[in-house]
């Protein structure tokens, strides 16, 4: 009868309380029909269908049902002594298996519990009455169906519960997938920003000595149009190879590596090309460094040379780096104009050195900025390597 009822549901489908009213108009036609050859079938017929009107009300009142059932049970033992009640059994087993699907906590157990022993009570004075006869109804059409209802209640809160898991932990991807993407678009900003910074800043003083000597000297106007043009399209690379992260996947870029301190001579020679001479030194013993931390020491070096070439004036810098046993020490130097770090004309306030301090915090790296004594300007930074590469 449950398998009848979950493919009426599926098939055609009804509303399981619809179910219900088909269920119990067809068990109240066959109580009458069975009933209608007894000593009295007008009663008896009567209370099987008062019987099966308990399969209509399971769902909105499952103990109600079951007491409904134990009355007309009861009445119809009294009415016709010895009839069997095959249809109450198809009912009573439909009302325990729901009793099962609904069953509370705490008083709504013991009232449960209460109605399972009344079932016992009803089933003796049905016919048979032998103890065994009796022990063998109560289970099959009793305990059993309330049993199984207990499980399918059980098996489908763990479903509930893991359906709201998995939601949940859907909604916490989503989430860490929008932080992650946050943080890309933040690093892909910040690293336009510093490509863009360096390599307009050296087009734009290449430009301007171009012009100032393209009559006197055109030589040295050739010389500064062709700085501008390399400095273009290595920016122009750069940017192809940030913005290539927006279209392809990782593994379609592994082979375009991000610049690191091996290209220190290639930045050094962009800032001689702009005017400011820079002398490289590195101490210690040189070795491979993690791709992110190379990449941050070679931002932090390009963005201090920038700051020099649009502030310092006519000036020298000093790049050294420093491969100490657990850290990484970046010291670049000018002697240009110091704390007078704006051009005339300039607004400030920009946001390089908020970038390097950004850059090193990711690493618990320490940044030093300040002008010196005797003049110029001195960008220092610290960058623990072991914590960096254990990260």
Not at 8 to 35: H, K, N, Q
Request: proline share 4%; aromatic share 2%; net charge positive.
């Amino acid at each position: 009868m449950v398998r009848v009822e979950n493919r009426l549901t599926r098939v055609r489908g009804l509303e399981p309380r619809a179910v219900d009213l088909i269920v119990a108009g067809c068990l109240a036609v066959l109580a009458a029909a069975l009933f209608s050859a007894t000593r009295h079938p007008l009663p008896a017929a009567l209370l099987g269908a008062l019987g099966a009107t308990a399969v209509a009300t399971r769902r909105r009142a499952p103990r109600l049902s079951i007491v409904t059932l134990a009355v007309s049970s009861v009445l119809i033992a009294v009415t016709d002594h010895g009839v069997g009640q095959p249809t109450q059994a198809i009912v009573a087993t439909l009302c325990f298996y729901t009793l099962g699907c609904c069953a509370g906590r705490g008083i709504g157990q013991l009232v449960d519990v209460a109605l399972l022993a009344l079932a016992v009570g009803v089933t003796a004075v049905s016919p048979p009455r032998s103890a065994s006869s009796v022990a063998v109804t109560w289970t099959c059409f009793v305990v059993l169906p309330y049993l199984v209802g207990r499980t399918v209640a059980s098996r489908r809160a763990l479903t509930a519960e893991l359906e709201a898991n998995a939601e949940r932990a859907r909604r916490e991807q989503e989430v860490r997938a929008r932080s992650a993407a946050a943080e890309e678009r933040t690093r892909i900003a910040r690293e336009l920003h510093d490509v863009i910074a360096h390599s307009l800043s050296v087009m734009v003083i290449q430009t301007v000595a171009a012009r100032e000597v393209a009559t006197a000297d055109p030589s040295s106007a050739r010389t500064a149009l062709a700085a501008v043009q390399v400095a273009g399209r290595e920016a122009l690379l750069e940017m192809r190879q940030m913005i290539g992260v927006l279209r392809h996947g990782d593994a379609e870029l592994a082979g375009s590596a991000a610049p690191g301190l091996d290209q220190l001579d290639l930045l050094a020679q962009r800032a001689r090309m702009s005017g400011l001479p820079v002398k490289l030194a590195v101490n210690g013993r040189r070795r491979a460094l993690p791709e992110a931390l190379d990449l941050v020491a070679f931002r932090v070096v390009q963005e201090a040379l920038t700051n020099a070439i649009k502030h310092a004036g006519p000036a020298r810098a000093s790049v050294t780096v420093t491969f100490r046993e657990d850290t990484l020490e970046l010291e670049i130097c000018d002697d240009g104009r110091g704390a007078c770090r704006e051009l005339p004309g300039e607004a400030s306030g920009g946001h390089g050195l908020v970038g390097m301090r950004e850059r090193l915090a990711l690493f618990d790296g320490e940044l030093s900025t300040g002008p010196q004594l005797g003049g110029g300007f001195r960008v220092y930074a610290c960058l623990p390597v072991v914590e960096a590469a254990a990260a």
